[in-house]
């Protein structure tokens, strides 16, 4: 938030500095619009999906996947055709008019980005205005935390914590902690869990008696710290 309100303020004097002068403000205006959407460039790491038309079958399913470290994998899946899925794997990034281009070894794909929805564009980046125009969106995909996840944490006297981790659609887990070659031995713990945000990521928090842990959500996997609980199911 502090970073959004000082930006605004660099606006406003940027503004007041050009007297009015029509050029100088559209000028400013489009280097505030591009700061704006470089600083929101976290909320487009995730999944999306949707059905594009397609000229000679009933639809394209297509999967896009965005990631932090500015990769991208798309899937394109053509309905009712033999041998009909192709595989992309590349780099995006946004461009100073805010067009998403994501860039593989063979294609180049464009998009425009709405809220939670990528639309995708033609090759000269403009949208599809004919009545089909709807049927170039893809929506973003909320992640399915259901699932079991297990990863090594450090230990303070001991080679490792072996945890394993099984998160319930009705909120509650059941939690395994091994900690090897040590007396400690074994600890299992189940209760609720709640999904939280701070600073623009997504956490699992884990309340154990007085302690409450938080488990960084990304790549549909947990992160304690910089330690990795991968999905297994």
């Avoid at 990528?118 to 980046?125: K, N, Q, S």
């Avoid at 909320?142 to 998160?167: F, N, Q």
């Amino acid at each position: 938030m502090k970073k959004v309100i000082l930006i605004l303020s660099v606006a406003v004097g940027l503004l007041f500095s050009c007297k009015c002068d029509k050029k100088c403000k559209k000028d400013t205006e489009t280097k505030v619009e591009t700061i704006v959407k470089q600083e929101n460039k976290s909320e487009l790491y995730g999944t999306y999906k949707g059905s594009l038309p397609c000229a000679d079958c009933p639809s394209i399913e297509t999967t896009v996947t965005l990631n932090d470290d500015k990769t991208f994998e798309i899937t394109e899946v053509y309905a009712e055709k033999e041998n009909g899925t192709f595989n992309y794997k590349g780099t995006f990034e946004v461009s100073e008019e805010g067009v998403l281009m994501l860039t593989s070894e063979k294609e180049k794909f464009l998009f425009a980005v709405e809220s939670d929805k990528l639309i995708l564009l033609d090759e000269a980046g403009n949208k599809n205005t004919s009545e089909l125009a709807e049927k170039y969106e893809l929506t973003k995909v909320s992640i399915e935390l259901a699932g079991t996840y297990k990863g090594s944490l450090p230990c303070a006297d001991c080679p490792s914590i072996e945890v394993t981790i099984t998160l319930n659609n009705d909120n509650t887990y059941e939690m395994t902690q091994v900690y090897t070659e040590s007396k400690k031995g074994v600890f299992n713990s189940k209760g609720k869990y709640s999904i939280t945000e701070f600073e623009g990521e997504k956490f699992v928090s884990i309340v154990e008696g007085k302690i409450m842990n938080l488990y960084r959500i990304e790549k549909n996997n947990l992160f304690f710290g910089e330690n990795e609980l991968k999905k297994v199911k």
